[in-house]
């Protein structure tokens, strides 16, 4: 494997886009209330998990997110070298995770989705618009890792295999439609009607929710909890978000559902984290004095 020099961009650019990636992890775990999630109020479906190991977890990541802008800042193309590198860094920062948690999961799809769009905006910050980015990421995700492991038995996977439905590998390489195509408008959409900032990420986590087959509910639950939670998430939207009373009552209701079935959708989550990226990432950089590479 040729091994990708990493060189530091401009003012630390590497540096900010890391922090950026940290800070929506942050976000997303605090946003409450989320329906079977961990966040300020609880758990949710989770056992093994809480906000503070949330949070240390995000804390944790941060190098790798770093490691991996540096690396496409050091490429001359979105190929099989770069794409083979990140999924080395990927790796690595999963084993810093698990180290950090106890063995605990807390953000393995998200190391993949941010991890790809982390690297995407570093390649070519000149040109950072959501298209774009999630544009380049699906083009690197789409690429192989001759390095992978043969035998890859996450849950995701199990759950993609059982079903027959797409899971965080297709949604990356399809350019993240659930990010792009539902998410981020809503997230824009509530704000504009003066949601408030708190009930515009709710309702982008619900719209994600409702068009995602998530597959860490698909695990826990089956094609049963999928149809709650798309369900119930249909319902909030229904009511206007969760900026309302009706829609606030519909979200309790759909929050009751998942833990009655023991369900978390922590693909919505991840994907959640990658809109508040998105969404952030061109007034991030615009802050940033310097001059681009050419």
Not at 141 to 169: I, K
Not at 240 to 261: F, V, Y
Not at 272 to 277: G, I, K, Y
Request: charged share 20%; aromatic share 4%.
């Amino acid at each position: 494997m040729r091994t990708l020099i990493a060189v530091p961009l401009p003012s630390s650019i590497a540096g900010q886009l890391a922090d950026l990636a940290v800070h929506v992890l942050i976000d997303e775990a605090d946003l409450s209330p989320k329906p079977g999630l961990v966040d300020r109020r609880s758990n949710g479906a989770h056992s093994d998990l809480n906000l503070g190991l949330m949070h240390s977890s995000a804390y944790a990541l941060r190098q790798t997110f770093q490691d991996m802008a540096e690396a496409a800042s050091a490429a001359k193309d979105l190929d099989q070298s770069l794409r083979e590198t990140l999924g080395q860094l990927g790796r690595k920062g999963e084993s810093v995770m698990l180290e950090t948690t106890g063995g605990v999961n807390t953000h393995r799809g998200a190391i993949w989705a941010l991890g790809l769009l982390t690297a995407a905006a570093a390649f070519k910050p000149e040109h950072c618009s959501p298209a774009d980015v999630a544009h380049r990421a699906a083009l690197l995700a789409r690429l192989p890792d001759r390095f992978a492991p043969e035998v890859q038995n996450s849950h995701g996977l199990r759950a993609c295999a059982r079903y027959g439905l797409p899971g965080a590998r297709e949604q990356a390489q399809a350019g993240f439609p659930a990010v792009v195509g539902h998410g981020l408008p809503q997230l824009l959409k509530s704000r504009a009607k003066g949601a408030g900032e708190q009930n515009a990420r709710l309702d982008a986590l619900i719209a994600i929710m409702v068009v995602l087959p998530d597959t860490c509910i698909l695990h826990r639950a089956g094609l049963e909890g999928l149809d709650a939670l798309q369900q119930g998430a249909q319902a909030v939207l229904a009511q206007d978000g969760s900026a309302t009373l009706a829609g606030r009552r519909a979200l309790r209701q759909l929050d009751d559902a998942l833990l009655r079935l023991n369900a978390s959708p922590g693909g919505a989550a991840d994907l959640l984290a990658a809109t508040l990226f998105l969404d952030r990432l061109e007034s991030c950089l615009q802050r940033s004095a310097i001059s681009w590479k050419p």
